[in-house]
């Protein structure tokens, strides 16, 4: 518990996901927010040259999968969908890194690559992404993050082409994106209990509808805690730090 209240649960295995659902991801990105300013000016003295930037982010997929070949050779080490090491920011790391060079290659990207392009990698990171799921190999779990990442930012380079998918409902959602990401454990445990057995097993199947139920039950409570949760808590920061800074203020004068 006391990893989770530091925010240091990432970097301790028996604290990763036991202590609030889903709780890892929160340990892997603030693992990452450490990393951000050195990753990020890294790859961006090597931004004039895509060959560069591509290769750091093949180079480190490329690592993680000989550390995780020799530490199975060796230690008989096993990684599973969901595991520490699955969620861990070792693992996850690919993701960031694809999606910073995505960032700083988005407009070169759209103006070089026709929009067909966005729609092949992105079925064939959808592809490879469900053939791994299904398959569930150790080595494998390695490479899904590095295929799911590469199918968000093609799938983001492909929207952001027409303004019409933008507007206003993926706005909207983003507006609200964060008391989403709190709310949609409770909704995806509601959601799974009520869903037959039989369907859960057809996981592909049942996959598309399952995400947009989760989704669209997930957005109508979160637009209700907006109301009644952030904005009233918003407002309370706000006279806090304004309280704080009158006060500071009074003691330099």
Not at 87 to 109: D, E, K, P, W
Not at 114 to 120: E, F, K, N
Not at 159 to 179: D, F, Q
Not at 203 to 211: D, H, V
């Amino acid at each position: 518990m006391l990893a989770n209240v530091l925010l240091l649960h990432g970097f301790y295995p028996p604290g990763y996901n036991n202590v609030v659902p889903g709780g890892w991801s929160i340990g892997t990105e603030f693992a990452f927010y450490l990393l951000f300013p050195f990753l990020f000016t890294f790859m961006k003295k090597r931004s004039e040259n895509p060959l560069k930037i591509g290769a750091v982010v093949i180079v480190y997929f490329a690592l993680v999968l000989l550390v995780h070949a020799g530490a199975s050779a060796w230690f008989h080490f096993h990684m599973k969908l969901g595991d520490y090491w699955f969620h861990s920011i070792f693992n996850q790391l690919t993701v960031f890194l694809i999606g910073i060079t995505g960032m700083i290659f988005h407009a070169r990207y759209l103006k070089r690559f026709p929009p067909i392009c966005d729609v092949a990698l992105i079925l064939t990171g959808l592809i490879g992404s469900f053939a791994i799921w299904n398959l569930e190999q150790s080595l494998f779990m390695s490479c899904l993050p590095f295929l799911l990442g590469m199918t968000f930012i093609f799938l983001l380079f492909f929207i952001s082409r027409y303004e019409i998918l933008w507007m206003p409902l993926i706005a909207s959602i983003g507006k609200v994106s964060y008391s989403m990401y709190v709310w949609h454990f409770l909704v995806i445990s509601i959601c799974a209990s009520a869903i037959p057995d039989a369907l859960l097993k057809c996981r592909e199947f049942a996959l598309l509808p399952f995400f947009v139920v989760v989704t669209t039950a997930t957005y109508l409570i979160c637009r209700l805690s907006e109301c009644f949760i952030e904005q009233p808590g918003i407002r309370c920061g706000k006279r806090i730090v304004n309280y704080l800074r009158s006060k500071y203020s009074d003691t330099v004068a």
